[in-house]
């Protein structure tokens, strides 16, 4: 019997064996996947490629033509970070700027004669470089570019003449190029990842590198009907393109706005030492204005150029003018998404003067501080202790209640197009006359929007200057501010629904009984609109959205209209990167969370095999993938454990990728060990860790959020007991899951909790840090949940 199976066993190999060796000869399909119409695949039989007997070489000829890319122009430039600062501000200390201005008659000619000295000081004590094509990658060593040129030949030589000995040459050349790449890259690898705590900016710029975070621009644009092939045109067509979101609207100057009784101070000037403030927070890694004068140079030649800065600030705020050099703004296209060959698909970046941006930073303080009461509590862009998080708090803890009551919510999004682009100058300076700035200060803001010139650079090429007739400078300091003072009246608008506003996105919303409520929301959306159509803003109806909060059988239906349009009615929305549905479930925003981690964390694994330290990969988890799971985490925390499962899997997979290649622990032992082995903690519990912070930023005062702080209440006890208070916090009474698992009441009971855990918590009394560590060293003694 065993004779007879061994027998049928060979057998069944030996069929084997003649099947793969009929496959391996001739049936194997190798697919040539493109886009291209035509193609043309053949045998090479003489490659000097290595030959894998399953896959033989093919010969590859393609018709379509190549797609190419705009080259740059090699411009020479100046090398400020070489520069010899010593000598530099010697020179600058000579200067006498006293001097030298009281012969100007107005502020433009001061900053005319700053830039003269500037630059000729630059032009002695700064050399020029001229940047070189890169050819080959950044870690390619000199000797390696020369084996590979070397070999490069010997293939053209050997192509040539058929020499076997060429072929050799070639072939011992292609082993030594592969051996020293080698070489090259791990020696690389391993100064970049050194380089992560003693310089960050090489270490990160690799990370960048393999994201594919660098974007070349076609050599062949189109706009409309237009086409251009030169680097000269294509910026000219970008600069159409941008000039053309402008409006050259005048509209009146009169508006709803409430006179402010505040004044502005009638006088503003800065010392010197303000000035030298300002600039030691400076950030040399910046890139240089349209001035081509860097933040690096304007650092370290600080305390020269801090008399001269002085006086300019002071005499453009007492004469109500700012100087024209610090008007203009460079323009940096970068692609969105869509046709790469489209103009329409990139959007702008603005990059304005060092100096410029200076001045708005110490203007800024005292503005935000005089505007701060007047701006709307609904506001949460730009404002200092308001952020993403409070504005969608605010909307859920509203919309929960209502839920909860089994209450049917209708939200409106709207959306404004070009928003900061489409802001009247005239209306925004009669706005800011209503709230109290007048005088000197008011000419100078008139002086700051007025002509301000822009022009595009791409790759070296520049295009022609071309006003920018309306909106708030974008990529400078006082334009978030400015912005916010022109769209605050809005709210007046505003009388039957409760809104939030977050920079130019605005959310209105009312809870729906019947078809009188839907009536109302109506009311105020024409009210937005008619305040749309005086102020020269546009409402995008195809991007503005209409969600039913509710989780009723019977949903009340219910229609929107904005400028004549019907707004589409969706159940899922993605609301300042958080993705709502109609019954609060959050499970969209999840599927999304994971899945982007997943990608991430896949590019973290296949990009660090070089990497030694287990620290640099905790890092780069922490920046790329642990940064996309706890994004404003607070409010849409999962409730249920398959979803916090789902999250926790993905740090899970992490912790044993790391294990599997570091020593003194296994892949295999248990994620509770893995996470004490590295120093982590489970996401659950960051959540909860970040929870409690943002609860003592609330009642400390560090977030300015008074609607947010109406819903925390203290638990008070009807009879006083020896006994230590644990439920310090008041949890309103839940119907449902939906106000259970919303944040604030979720926070609350979190909190009453770990009181009864942690005996010495206590957030009225600790510190953020102090908070911090004690929850910290709490959790780190904890199993993961």
């Known amino acids: ?46 490659a000097l490629s290595n030959i894998d007997t399953k896959h033989p070489p093919l010969l590859i000829s393609l018709q379509e033509q190549i797609p190419h890319f705009l080259k740059p122009a090699l411009n020479p430039r100046y090398n400020f970070f070489k520069a010899c600062y010593e000598k530099l501000l010697a020179h600058l200390m000579r200067i006498d700027w006293l001097a030298e201005f009281n012969v100007c008659h107005n502020v433009n000619e001061m900053t005319t004669v700053f830039y003269r000295l500037l630059r000729d000081t630059i032009e002695t004590y700064v050399q020029k470089t001229k940047p070189k094509s890169k050819r080959f990658p950044s870690w390619f060593s000199k000797s390696l570019i020369k084996i590979i040129s070397e070999k490069e030949k010997k293939r053209k030589r050997f192509m040539k003449y058929k020499n076997p000995r060429d072929r050799l040459e ?39 590198e393999r994201r594919g975070g660098e974007t070349t621009i076609p050599a062949e644009m189109t706009y409309g009907s237009q086409i251009a092939k030169t680097g000269t ?58 001035d081509e004068i860097p933040p690096v140079f304007v650092k370290r030649c600080g305390p020269a150029l801090a008399l001269p800065l002085s006086i300019i600030f002071n005499t453009s705020l007492r004469d109500g003018i700012f100087p024209d050099e610090w008007k203009k703004a460079k323009i940096v296209p970068v692609y969105k998404k869509g046709d790469c060959n489209d103009v329409k ?36 862009g730009f404002i200092k202790g308001r952020s993403v998080q409070t504005n969608l708090l605010s909307l859920m803890s509203y919309i929960s209640k209502e839920v909860d009551k089994n209450q049917q919510v209708d939200c409106i999004y709207m959306d404004f197009s070009s928003a900061f682009d489409k802001v009247c100058h005239s209306r925004l300076i009669c706005k800011l006359r209503c709230y109290g700035i007048d005088g000197a200060l008011l000419e100078w803001f008139k002086s700051y929007l007025a002509k301000r010139l822009q022009f595009v650079v791409l790759n070296g090429h520049r295009s022609r200057n071309y006003v920018a007739e309306s909106g708030v400078p974008q990529g400078s300091v006082l334009g978030p501010v400015l912005f916010s003072v022109f769209i605050n009246d809005i709210t007046s608008s505003i009388k039957y629904c409760k809104y939030s506003i977050f920079a130019d996105d605005l959310k209105v919303y009312r809870t729906v009984g019947s078809s009188v409520d839907s009536l109302l929301i109506q009311d105020d959306l024409d009210r937005i609109n008619i305040w749309c159509s005086i102020n020269g803003m546009i409402v995008n109806a195809k991007k503005s959205f209409h969600i039913k909060y509710t989780r009723k059988k019977k949903i009340l239906a219910t229609t929107y209209r904005l400028s004549s349009e019907v707004l589409q009615e969706v159940n899922e929305i993605r609301d300042l990167g958080v993705i709502i549905d109609s019954k609060l479930t959050f499970r969209g925003h ?6 982007q981690a997943s990608r991430m964390l896949g590019f973290l694994k296949r990009n660090t095999k070089g990497f030694l330290n287990p620290v640099t990969k905790i890092i780069l988890f922490n920046s790329l993938v642990r940064s996309r799971l706890e994004f404003a985490s607070v ?45 982590m903690i489970s996401l659950y519990n960051r959540r909860l860790l970040l929870d409690i912070i943002f609860l003592k930023k609330i009642l400390s005062g560090y977030i300015d959020c008074v609607d947010l702080l109406n819903h925390i209440k203290l638990s008070v006890p009807r009879k006083y007991t020896r006994h230590r208070i ?29 009181c009864t855990l942690i005996l010495d918590i206590d957030v009225f009394n600790d510190s953020v840090s102090g908070l911090r560590k004690k929850l910290t060293a709490h959790f780190c003694s904890l199993p993961s949940a």
């Not at 004779?3 to 697919?31: C, F, M, S």
């Not at 005048?250 to 000035?275: G, M």
């Not at 999840?590 to 899945?595: G, I, K, L, R, Y």
């Open 590 to 595: 999840v599927d999304t969370v994971v899945n």
């Open 345 to 380: 698909n990139y959007r702008p970046i603005s990059i304005l003067s060092c100096f410029s941006k200076l001045f708005e930073t110490l203007v800024c303080p005292i503005i935000s501080r005089h505007l701060g009461t007047a701006i709307s509590d609904m506001q949460h």
């Open 635 to 679: 409010v849409w925390s999962p409730q249920y454990s398959t979803h916090s499962q789902r999250i926790e899997n993905i740090q899970r997979s992490f912790t044993r990728h790391l294990a599997f290649h570091s020593p003194g622990i296994s892949h295999r032992d248990t994620y509770d060990l893995r996470l004490k082995h590295f120093g």
């Open 233 to 290: 045109q294509i910026a000219e067509l970008f600069a159409d393109s941008f000039a053309s979101v402008y409006s050259s609207l005048i509209l009146s100057e009169k508006t709803s706005v409430v006179a402010y009784e505040s004044h502005y101070p009638s006088k503003v000037k800065f010392s010197e030492r303000e000035v030298i403030r300002a600039i030691k927070k400076l950030d040399i890694f910046k890139g240089a204005g349209p």
């Open 1 to 46: 019997m065993k004779k007879n199976k061994k027998k049928k066993n060979k057998k069944k190999n030996k069929k084997k064996n003649i099947h793969n060796e009929q496959y391996i000869d001739g049936k194997i399909l190798d697919l040539v996947l493109t886009n291209c119409s035509t193609l043309q695949v053949t045998g090479k039989l003489n």
């Open 170 to 208: 070639y072939e011992l050349l292609r082993r030594r190029s592969q051996k020293y790449t080698e070489i090259c890259l791990h020696i690389y690898k391993k100064r970049t990842e050194e380089s992560i705590h003693k310089n960050p900016k090489i270490f990160w710029r690799y990370i960048k």
């Open 726 to 754: 644990t439920k310090l916090l008041y949890v309103p009474a839940c119907r449902s899951n939906v106000l259970k698992g919303s944040p604030i009441p979720r926070i609350c009971s979190e909190y009453n909790r770990l």
